[in-house]
């Protein structure tokens, strides 16, 4: 068993560390920033071991985007206007 913490509330000195970068999603480009090595070592090692995963980069990051991104209504599915969880 592997276990991994990423804390959501980064502190001022690990945030000066992270790179940001612009990513592509679809056909709209958002920026991201990266979450740091150990955060990516522990993503790739689930990777490594999936063999349904046919990734052709063979090493993954894991990243954040850094502003929310609206989503075009006409592609927003009905059953996610809808909030049906706890609070």
Known sequence: ?????????FKEK???E?????AGIWDD???????GDT??????SIVDVDNQCTLT???????RQVQDRA???????????TWW???
């Open 57 to 63: 980069h063979p090493k993954v990051r894991l990243v």
């Open 18 to 22: 992270r790179s940001s970068y612009l």
């Open 1 to 9: 068993d592997q276990t991994i913490t990423i804390p959501l509330n």
């Open 14 to 16: 690990q945030q000066q």
């Open 71 to 81: 989503a075009d209504p006409k592609f927003v599915p009905s059953y996610a206007k």
């Open 39 to 44: 955060a990516a070592e522990f993503l790739q």
């Open 29 to 35: 480009e958002v920026m991201v920033e990266d979450l």
């Open 85 to 87: 969880g706890g609070s």
